[in-house]
């Protein structure tokens, strides 16, 4: 059986490490494994009308427009279902990868289990077993050298009878770790050993390197507060609460709307929002990229894909999680650096409305707030163009390796994040 792998890979890849005597980064190793495990799993098509997938360009979708001062960014049709393919694909083609399995400090399993849920539920749990006999008698699944891979689906979502904590666990400790866009365990199955890492957005930058998100001046945005959901979120009392102090409704594109509201300013915005990200993508995009604050209340869990979508447009993520911040890397950067974090209680409250919290902090905070947004994008986004040779990542692959490298203790040049690491206290409550 042809693996997924077996392809010639770049010959970026395919390097000695210039300093034999100390290395500066740890290697790993992809395993080959059946197509029927992940690449055949990409033609399968959701029984669900909402899952409108598009899989084309290595999981990042089809491209809907090209924006950015040197046209740096593509703003394609993303969803969080291809996570499985993005990081699979990025991680093929990346400069730490090796061929040799006894050179590997770390090894990837190219599994898509969420999908393999998603689109092909009567025959899961036999192609689990599939997996499972793989590893049986793996050498260096024995290891006891550190195993990852990542899960699209979030856990939550997960039947209790595809039990993942379970199926890789010997002696009681899990051996394979999986890469998450949130951290969600269930009572009623085995806890995951998991690193919480960003959706993918629809915005991607075409080259992995150094830079400052180029987006819209504060100055040039006419909306101060932008509420973007969905119709069929209505069923959410909390969200419910927050619709009753907005201004404005619309579903219609922010082009459209301004031809007829032309030199307008507006307070609270709620833009409808559509679930197929081929529809949606550019209007969605748009409408942020003229608002200051992007309110990211949470629905069936704490997370939104449309908070990473924020940050590439320079709009300012408001949370509003149940719970802790469900997102990623939180021991590497300081979300309130660059978002601003309420409670959940704070919905409820009667003298003080979310909206009136947002309109009372200073505008040099405010300054400082989207300067940070556009610093920190670059890591919480998935680079398109991953086959160029470059030193080191300049994406959200670089804080994976470096959570992987604080998890395992592996080797890995740490870089500095514009200081967007320091801990601190809110200053907004």
Known sequence: MRSVNSETPKEVTKHEDSDQGQRKAF??????????????????????????VDFQDRGFG????????????????????????????????????????DEADLFYVPAY???????????????????????????YFSSGKPHISTLGLLYVWMPPDVNLGAHFKKNGKQMLTFLTLESVQIESMDPLSEIVIPYPSYGHFLHSMERTLYTNPLQSRNIYI????????????????????????TDLSYDYFMKEHINMTFDRVHYITRECPQVITQHVIQWMQHSVFCLQPRGDTDSRKSFYDSLMSGCIPVMIPKSTNPYAFQNLIDYEQFSVILPFSYIDIDTESIYDILYDIPRYKVISLHSNVRKIAQYLQYSVSDNEEVKEESDALQLIFMALSDRFKLPYDKKHLYNL??????QYL
């Open 62 to 101: 089809s491209e809907t427009f090209i924006d950015g001062f040197g046209e740096e960014i593509s703003f394609r049709a993303t969803s969080m279902f291809s996570i499985e393919m993005i990081i699979h694909n990025k991680l093929k083609t990346n400069r730490l990868r090796t061929y040799n399995p």
């Open 27 to 52: 290697r790993f190793y992809i395993y080959d494994i059946p197509e029927l495990l992940n690449k055949n799993i990409t033609h399968c098509k959701f029984v669900q009308p909402f899952m409108c």
């Open 113 to 139: 289990f969420g999908l393999l849920e998603l689109c092909y539920k009567e025959t899961t749990r036999k192609k689990f077993q599939v997996l499972r006999e793989l590893f049986t008698n793996n050498v």
């Open 226 to 249: 932008l509420l973007p959901i969905g119709e069929q979120y209505y069923e959410h009392s909390k969200r419910r609460q927050l619709l009753t102090d907005v201004t404005t409704y």
């Open 421 to 426: 690491h320091i801990n601190h206290d809110n």
